[in-house]
T-cell receptor, first 111, second 114 residues
């Protein structure tokens, strides 16, 4: 089976940096994804890691350590529009590449 | 718009009624996934298709749920004898086999069972 843990909620100030951690246990790891989801909307893709290390994309970066079963999403220069839920998801190659999601981390950006 | 589309966007039904949702994936995508998401939780996998073949079903998918993808294009998800516990957002996603990256999600169908 698979188990994915991430904090439920985080609060940060506009312009600051927030790091969202995700730990996972999986049998057929084939990549870790981060999605952003605004309330009432579909998840939208942010980042993808399949090898260890840091992937940077603008204000967002994602890190993966496969040996530790650990990832984080780093959001820099926070903007009010970044207030959303951030979903960590692991892809299982043994099951058609389905995604198993964590419960999501709700980030609230305050002025 | 060439993204994933879902219809209807909202559905309110009375307990015991049957409902059917439709998903139209991105046209060249041969994999189609259904997920269910309840408030404050991440999406949970229900089932997936490769072309018209349904290759996996979650234990969450009771015998009241059935999904089809008859021609390998659009898919339908039917829930028979709905229960209040079925109230959730039903998300469809598609991907192209061999693509190492993302699944593209549709806007979802929000089901409310009263």
């Amino acid at each position: 089976g698979q188990n994915i843990d991430q904090p439920t909620e985080m609060t940060a100030t506009e312009g600051a940096i927030v790091q969202i951690n995700c730990t996972y246990q999986t049998s057929g790891f084939n990549g870790l994804f981060w999605y952003q989801q605004h309330a009432g909307e579909a998840p939208t893709f942010l980042s993808y890691n399949v090898l260890d290390g840091l992937e940077e994309k603008g204000r967002f970066s994602s890190f993966l350590s496969r040996s530790k079963g650990y990832s984080y999403l780093l959001l820099k220069e926070l903007q009010m529009k970044d207030s959303a839920s951030y979903l960590c998801a692991v892809r299982d190659q043994a099951a058609g590449n389905k995604l198993t999601f964590g419960g999501g981390t709700r980030v609230l950006v305050k002025p | 718009d060439t993204g994933v589309s879902q219809n209807p966007r909202h559905k309110i039904t009375k307990r015991g009624q049957n409902v059917t949702f439709r998903c139209d994936p991105i046209s060249e995508h041969n994999r189609l996934y259904w997920y269910r998401q309840t408030l404050g939780q991440g999406p949970e996998f229900l089932t997936y298709f490769q072309n018209e073949a349904q290759l996996e079903k979650s234990r969450l998918l009771s015998d009241r749920f059935s999904a089809e993808r008859p021609k390998g294009s659009f898919s339908t998800l039917e829930i028979q004898r709905t229960e209040q516990g079925d109230s959730a957002m039903y998300l469809c996603a598609s991907s192209f086999r061999g693509d190492s990256r993302e699944q593209y999600f549709g806007p979802g169908t929000r089901l409310t069972v009263t």
